[in-house]
């Protein structure tokens, strides 16, 4: 069985920084992909940020420049730093993976609140 959980969400003022992690646990063989998604109240999930096995990252357009997205391979745990919060970036920030157990599948952490406001 998969878990990831993240963490580091919080309530910051606009301007502010925060980091979230998302620590990968359980047993499997490998992680390709992983992702941070973002959901605000009565809107889609939506794409943030994501970095493959070999270092590669891409953003959603509102966000680049301002968040960044890493990855320690050792502790199998994905970071988003996250700069310059607008009271737009309030949302549940997810964590996705895509990892190999018996096939490749994707998980899902279960989500920390991030709340931009002064």
């Known amino acids: 069985q998969v878990q990831l959980v993240e963490s580091g969400g919080g309530l910051v003022q606009p301007g502010g920084s925060l980091t979230l992690s998302c620590a990968a646990s359980g047993s499997f063989f490998s992680i390709t992909d992983m992702a941070w998604y973002r959901q605000a109240p009565e809107k889609e999930r939506e794409f943030v940020a994501r970095s493959t096995s070999v270092g590669s990252t891409n953003y959603v357009d509102s966000v680049r420049g301002r968040f960044t997205i890493s990855r320690d391979n050792a502790k199998k745990t994905s970071y988003l730093q996250m700069n310059s919060l607008k009271p737009e970036d309030t949302a549940v920030y997810y964590c996705?993976?895509?990892?190999?157990?018996?096939?490749?599948?994707?998980?899902w952490g279960q989500g920390t609140q991030v709340t931009v406001s002064s």
């Open positions: 996705k993976a895509t990892v190999f157990v018996r096939s490749w599948a994707q998980y």
